[in-house]
């Protein structure tokens, strides 16, 4: 048998790398902080209090306990578009305003009338917060603000027309 000249020091080196690698398993990456296993550290047990009277699971707060807060919303300067798209049981809403400036934020398609139709017209109005920073000017894409709401078959029951409010203008679609 004949190795020729790679081959001899290929084995070797083979050899070195295997040991290095075998080293490297206790204590190097397997600790380090670049493993994301060890991100988080080791988990815990607390006692929680026998009598029931505080479970850190169940909130202080319900439902029913939770006081309502109250939306500080105002209307969108303009209205641009308004589409509805059938789903089934029921639609989706689709708005598309024009606020005056840029920063606003928790925009919110509100009903109107408790949500019921007066006269066969379901209304909406296109609200949203406005920022205490907000920014003057832009152009119409940066201010464009978008909302979208479902509405049921029962809901769309008794309507023929929806109606979306803005502070300026108005759009609706009726039912065909």
Not at 54 to 79: E, F, H, M, S, W
Not at 91 to 114: F, K, W
Not at 156 to 167: E, H, M, N, P, Q
């Amino acid at each position: 048998m004949t190795f020729s000249s790679a081959g001899s020091t290929a084995r070797p080196l083979l050899l070195c790398s295997a040991l290095i690698l075998a080293g490297c398993g206790g204590g190097g990456l397997s600790d380090s902080w670049v493993n994301p296993g060890n991100w988080f550290g080791q988990s815990r047990s607390e006692a929680i209090s026998a009598d029931g009277t505080v479970n850190p699971l169940i909130p202080k707060q319900n439902v029913l306990t939770r006081k309502k807060n109250d939306y500080q919303g105002t209307p969108v300067a303009q209205i641009k578009n308004l589409r509805i798209e059938r789903k089934p049981g029921g639609a989706i809403i689709h708005v598309v305003g024009v606020s005056d400036s840029i920063g606003y934020y928790d925009v919110r398609l509100q009903q109107d009338n408790d949500g019921l139709p007066v006269d066969g017209v379901l209304s909406y109005t296109l609200k949203a917060v406005r920022s205490e920073n907000v920014i003057r000017g832009g152009g119409e894409a940066a201010r464009q603000i978008n909302a979208a709401r479902y509405i049921s078959d029962q809901e769309l029951a008794s309507a023929r027309t929806i109606v979306v409010k803005g502070a300026r203008n108005q759009i609706s679609t009726r039912r065909r």
